[in-house]
């Protein structure tokens, strides 16, 4: 299933927001604007042991956290094939408090295609 098709309409009272170019791999909302990007890679500095990755209601996240912006990657735990996966990443900036809400209202829709 796409994951486009599940994805939450609001992420907490943010609404969806049109972007350019437009794309079925990206998605944004609000202003200023939390972006979802599907098919990215592993980040460089990705372990599962590390204290930057945590489990949101099933779904394996890691952060890195910029001046700016949090990146949270959601980890595919299986990979097409050598070398490829199917991350997703989600850019949030950092004057969202309580982001984590955010994780919690896209967990639905990353369970059922990352899993």
Not at 17 to 27: D, G, L
Not at 90 to 102: L, N
């Amino acid at each position: 299933m796409h994951l486009n098709i599940l994805l939450p309409q609001r992420l907490e009272s943010l609404t969806p927001r049109v972007i350019h170019p437009t794309s079925q791999f990206v998605h944004a909302w609000g202003d200023p604007a939390v972006v979802l990007t599907c098919g990215v890679p592993v980040p460089s500095t990705f372990s599962a042991k590390s204290s930057a990755t945590t489990a949101v209601n099933g779904v394996q996240w890691f952060e890195e956290t910029g001046s700016d912006v949090v990146t949270w990657t959601a980890i595919s735990r299986h990979p097409l094939a050598k070398g490829q996966s199917v991350n997703v990443r989600v850019q949030i900036p950092t004057s969202y408090d309580g982001q984590g809400a955010f994780l919690v209202d896209l967990a639905p829709a990353l369970r059922t295609t990352l899993s």
